[in-house]
């Protein structure tokens, strides 16, 4: 299967809670020894697959589906959990790769925590502010008039997050230019 042409792939690694392997009971996948991690890594690798989780390496078992636009256009390894038209959420976690670390709470997913709606209004001034606005230039829903005062939540910010709101697919009230906490969550400002 293509993919905005690149390869697909899908690997099934079926794991549920509490598995045997080798008579020792393991809570996650990444808990057990991951044998053959390294070579199936390699294989998956070579046919230029890069070493990225788009929505974030799975750590638990919970649904986190790709919005439709980012699952088209962004290459890398994806969860049954991200799948559009998947509804499974195993394997709920994944080895991480040779050149990351393996706690992804550490390193991987170093992101701004939703601040909540209320923490948008006019004149705000905040380097978390500054953060989204760098991450709205870069997903192309850069609707700002000037990139003055990036610290400070205004109308240009409004527009923006609208435009990345809809990116998402959301449509009419759902797409307000206010953050809410799954649009926040998929925007993956840095920390800072």
């Known amino acids: 299967m293509d993919r905005a042409g690149k390869v697909v792939i899908q690997i099934e690694s079926l794991f549920f809670p509490h598995c045997l392997v080798n008579g020792k009971a393991f809570a996650k996948l990444i808990d057990t020894p991951c044998e053959g991690w390294a070579d199936l890594h390699a294989w998956i690798s070579s046919w230029g697959v890069p070493d990225v989780w788009p929505m974030g390496r799975p750590t638990s078992l919970s649904r986190n589906t790709c919005p439709a636009d980012k699952w088209r256009t962004h290459g890398g390894w994806y969860a049954h959990a991200h799948v559009p038209e998947n509804d499974h959420v195993d394997p709920g976690s994944w080895p991480a790769f040779a050149s990351q670390p393996a706690d992804p709470s550490s390193a991987e997913r170093q992101f701004e925590p939703f601040p909540g709606a209320s923490f948008f209004r006019a004149g705000r001034k905040s380097p978390v502010i500054e953060g989204m606005h760098r991450r709205l230039v870069a997903e192309q829903c850069d609707r700002y008039t000037s990139h003055a005062g990036l ?12 435009a990345w709101q809809q990116k998402l697919g959301f449509v009419g009230n759902a797409a307000d230019g206010v953050p809410g906490r799954f649009s926040w969550d998929r925007l993956e400002v840095p920390k800072v």
Request: net charge negative; proline share 0%.
């Open 151 to 162: 610290d400070v939540w205004g109308a240009g910010d409004v527009r923006s997050y609208t």
